[in-house]
Protein backbone atom coordinates (compact mmCIF):
# COMPACT_ATOMS: atom_id res chain seq x y z
CA UNK A 1 0.00 0.00 0.00
CA UNK A 2 1.03 3.80 -0.84
CA UNK A 3 -0.03 6.56 1.07
CA UNK A 4 -0.81 9.81 -0.85
CA UNK A 5 -1.22 13.07 0.18
CA UNK A 6 -2.84 16.04 -0.78
CA UNK A 7 -2.39 19.28 1.38
CA UNK A 8 -4.86 22.11 1.80
CA UNK A 9 -4.79 25.52 0.10
CA UNK A 10 -2.04 28.03 0.92
CA UNK A 11 -0.16 24.79 2.86
CA UNK A 12 2.52 22.39 1.64
CA UNK A 13 2.75 18.77 1.87
CA UNK A 14 5.25 19.80 5.31
CA UNK A 15 1.64 19.41 7.18
CA UNK A 16 1.89 15.36 6.48
CA UNK A 17 5.61 14.89 7.43
CA UNK A 18 4.59 13.02 10.65
CA UNK A 19 2.98 10.33 8.04
CA UNK A 20 6.75 9.57 6.69
CA UNK A 21 7.75 6.34 7.73
CA UNK A 22 4.64 4.53 7.51
CA UNK A 23 4.32 2.42 4.64
CA UNK A 24 5.45 4.23 1.18
CA UNK A 25 4.30 7.95 1.61
CA UNK A 26 4.05 10.28 -1.48
CA UNK A 27 3.01 14.08 -1.31
CA UNK A 28 1.54 16.19 -3.81
CA UNK A 29 2.05 19.59 -4.00
CA UNK A 30 -0.99 21.82 -5.34
CA UNK A 31 0.87 24.78 -7.83
CA UNK A 32 -1.78 25.11 -10.60
CA UNK A 33 -4.43 27.77 -10.83
CA UNK A 34 -7.56 25.22 -11.30
CA UNK A 35 -9.01 22.12 -10.46
CA UNK A 36 -9.09 20.32 -13.50
CA UNK A 37 -5.32 20.24 -14.01
CA UNK A 38 -5.06 19.31 -10.26
CA UNK A 39 -7.24 16.46 -10.49
CA UNK A 40 -5.35 15.22 -13.98
CA UNK A 41 -2.64 14.94 -11.95
CA UNK A 42 -3.63 13.12 -9.15
CA UNK A 43 -5.80 10.80 -11.29
CA UNK A 44 -2.19 9.69 -12.56
CA UNK A 45 -0.69 9.04 -9.10
CA UNK A 46 -3.71 6.51 -8.11
CA UNK A 47 -4.27 2.59 -8.30
CA UNK A 48 -6.13 0.34 -6.52
CA UNK A 49 -3.58 -0.34 -3.47
CA UNK A 50 -3.16 3.73 -2.68
CA UNK A 51 -4.87 5.03 0.28
CA UNK A 52 -5.43 9.08 -0.44
CA UNK A 53 -5.43 11.35 2.38
CA UNK A 54 -6.54 14.88 1.10
CA UNK A 55 -7.00 17.70 3.80
CA UNK A 56 -9.88 20.81 2.68
CA UNK A 57 -9.01 21.63 -0.45
CA UNK A 58 -7.06 18.73 -1.12
CA UNK A 59 -10.01 16.59 0.13
CA UNK A 60 -11.98 17.76 -2.66
CA UNK A 61 -9.48 16.91 -4.87
CA UNK A 62 -9.21 13.78 -3.40
CA UNK A 63 -12.82 13.19 -4.32
CA UNK A 64 -13.16 14.63 -7.85
CA UNK A 65 -9.86 12.24 -8.57
CA UNK A 66 -11.37 8.81 -7.49
CA UNK A 67 -14.01 8.41 -9.92
CA UNK A 68 -11.47 7.06 -13.06
CA UNK A 69 -9.67 4.57 -10.99
CA UNK A 70 -11.01 3.91 -7.34
CA UNK A 71 -8.33 3.95 -4.78
CA UNK A 72 -7.89 1.75 -1.98
CA UNK A 73 -9.64 4.52 0.58
CA UNK A 74 -10.15 7.65 1.27
CA UNK A 75 -9.48 9.64 4.43
CA UNK A 76 -10.96 13.18 3.96
CA UNK A 77 -9.64 15.88 6.27
CA UNK A 78 -11.78 19.32 7.17
CA UNK A 79 -13.71 18.40 4.67
CA UNK A 80 -16.76 19.77 2.46
CA UNK A 81 -19.54 19.23 0.26
CA UNK A 82 -19.68 23.04 -0.76
CA UNK A 83 -17.15 25.11 0.92
CA UNK A 84 -19.04 28.61 -0.50
CA UNK A 85 -21.95 27.02 1.51
CA UNK A 86 -20.53 26.38 4.70
CA UNK A 87 -20.18 30.36 5.65
CA UNK A 88 -21.87 33.27 5.00
CA UNK A 89 -21.10 35.32 1.75
CA UNK A 90 -19.72 38.41 3.12
CA UNK A 91 -17.41 36.32 5.28
CA UNK A 92 -15.95 34.98 1.97
CA UNK A 93 -15.85 37.78 0.12
CA UNK A 94 -14.10 39.47 2.94
CA UNK A 95 -11.37 37.18 2.69
CA UNK A 96 -10.68 37.62 -0.65
CA UNK A 97 -10.43 40.77 -0.43
CA UNK A 98 -8.08 40.98 2.05
CA UNK A 99 -6.24 38.53 -0.15
CA UNK A 100 -6.03 41.03 -3.34
CA UNK A 101 -5.25 43.57 -1.27
CA UNK A 102 -1.89 42.30 0.40
CA UNK A 103 -1.75 38.67 -0.34
CA UNK A 104 1.76 37.59 1.49
CA UNK A 105 0.14 39.23 4.51
CA UNK A 106 -3.39 37.44 4.68
CA UNK A 107 -1.60 34.33 3.80
CA UNK A 108 0.65 34.17 6.64
CA UNK A 109 -2.04 35.32 8.85
CA UNK A 110 -4.38 32.48 7.47
CA UNK A 111 -1.22 30.07 7.94
CA UNK A 112 -1.43 31.09 11.45
CA UNK A 113 -4.94 31.11 12.52
CA UNK A 114 -4.98 27.42 11.06
CA UNK A 115 -1.55 26.08 11.88
CA UNK A 116 -0.71 28.28 15.21
CA UNK A 117 3.51 28.28 13.88
CA UNK A 118 5.22 29.17 10.94
CA UNK A 119 5.05 26.34 8.19
CA UNK A 120 5.86 26.10 4.57
CA UNK A 121 7.53 29.50 5.21
CA UNK A 122 9.82 28.97 1.85
CA UNK A 123 6.12 28.19 -0.22
CA UNK A 124 4.42 30.93 -0.89
CA UNK A 125 2.41 30.38 -4.64
CA UNK A 126 1.62 32.27 -7.07
CA UNK A 127 -0.95 35.57 -5.91
CA UNK A 128 -2.72 34.89 -9.10
CA UNK A 129 -2.74 31.17 -9.23
CA UNK A 130 -3.50 30.88 -5.68
CA UNK A 131 -6.80 32.81 -5.35
CA UNK A 132 -8.28 31.42 -8.52
CA UNK A 133 -7.55 28.23 -7.48
CA UNK A 134 -9.50 29.19 -4.22
CA UNK A 135 -12.12 30.89 -5.89
CA UNK A 136 -12.98 27.94 -8.08
CA UNK A 137 -12.76 25.80 -5.01
CA UNK A 138 -15.37 27.95 -3.18
CA UNK A 139 -17.65 27.79 -5.98
CA UNK A 140 -17.50 23.60 -6.09
CA UNK A 141 -20.17 21.64 -5.17
CA UNK A 142 -19.50 17.64 -4.70
CA UNK A 143 -22.07 16.64 -3.21
CA UNK A 144 -23.34 14.40 -6.21
CA UNK A 145 -19.75 13.15 -5.57
CA UNK A 146 -20.04 11.96 -2.28
CA UNK A 147 -23.50 10.55 -2.89
CA UNK A 148 -22.21 8.19 -5.51
CA UNK A 149 -18.80 7.37 -3.99
CA UNK A 150 -18.15 3.62 -3.22
CA UNK A 151 -14.74 3.74 -1.63
CA UNK A 152 -14.17 3.10 1.85
CA UNK A 153 -13.86 6.74 3.62
CA UNK A 154 -13.28 8.32 7.02
CA UNK A 155 -14.30 11.57 7.20
CA UNK A 156 -11.75 13.06 10.09
CA UNK A 157 -12.77 16.39 11.44
CA UNK A 158 -11.46 18.77 14.29
CA UNK A 159 -14.84 19.82 17.15
CA UNK A 160 -13.19 22.92 16.63
CA UNK A 161 -12.38 23.47 13.21
CA UNK A 162 -12.68 27.34 12.61
CA UNK A 163 -12.16 27.12 8.57
CA UNK A 164 -14.28 24.14 7.70
CA UNK A 165 -17.20 24.02 10.48
CA UNK A 166 -17.51 20.72 12.18
CA UNK A 167 -21.35 20.51 11.01
CA UNK A 168 -19.70 20.25 7.27
CA UNK A 169 -18.43 16.73 8.63
CA UNK A 170 -22.57 16.11 9.76
CA UNK A 171 -23.21 16.88 5.94
CA UNK A 172 -20.78 14.69 4.36
CA UNK A 173 -22.15 11.77 6.29
CA UNK A 174 -25.78 12.49 5.37
CA UNK A 175 -25.00 12.71 2.00
CA UNK A 176 -23.27 9.15 2.06
CA UNK A 177 -23.88 7.05 5.03
CA UNK A 178 -21.24 4.39 4.63
CA UNK A 179 -18.67 6.84 5.65
CA UNK A 180 -17.13 6.92 8.85
CA UNK A 181 -16.65 9.97 10.73
CA UNK A 182 -13.67 10.37 13.26
CA UNK A 183 -13.48 13.63 14.86
CA UNK A 184 -10.66 14.92 17.36
CA UNK A 185 -10.10 17.69 19.80
CA UNK A 186 -8.55 20.20 17.57
CA UNK A 187 -8.77 22.39 14.64
CA UNK A 188 -8.58 22.33 10.83
CA UNK A 189 -6.35 19.94 10.80
CA UNK A 190 -5.05 17.32 13.28
CA UNK A 191 -1.27 18.23 13.65
CA UNK A 192 -0.53 16.61 17.24
CA UNK A 193 -1.47 13.35 15.36
CA UNK A 194 1.17 10.81 16.20
CA UNK A 195 2.13 7.73 13.58
CA UNK A 196 -0.08 5.78 16.46
CA UNK A 197 -2.92 8.06 16.28
CA UNK A 198 -2.41 7.90 11.80
CA UNK A 199 -2.66 3.87 12.32
CA UNK A 200 -5.79 4.06 14.05
CA UNK A 201 -6.71 5.92 11.82
CA UNK A 202 -5.62 4.13 8.55
CA UNK A 203 -6.68 0.38 10.25
CA UNK A 204 -10.36 1.76 10.85
CA UNK A 205 -10.77 2.10 6.70
CA UNK A 206 -10.31 -1.44 6.93
CA UNK A 207 -13.38 -2.29 8.35
CA UNK A 208 -15.51 -0.43 5.87
Keep these: MKI ?4 GWGFCPEVFKTLEGLEKVIHH ?6 LRKEIQKVE ?18 A ?4 SKTPPKGLVLIGATPHFGKAWKEHYIESFFKELEGNFERKLKEFRRTVWGEPICEDKVPSKEKAIKLLTEFVQTDISEHLKGLNVP ?4 HGRKDPITPYR ?10 SFR ?11 NFTQRDWKKVFSSLQQL
Design 153 to 156: TVIL
Design 4 to 7: LTIH
Design 63 to 66: VLSS
Design 44 to 61: KMIDKDTLVVGWSLGATI
Design 181 to 191: LITYNGGHFPK
Design 168 to 177: EAKKMLKLNP
Design 29 to 34: FIEEDC
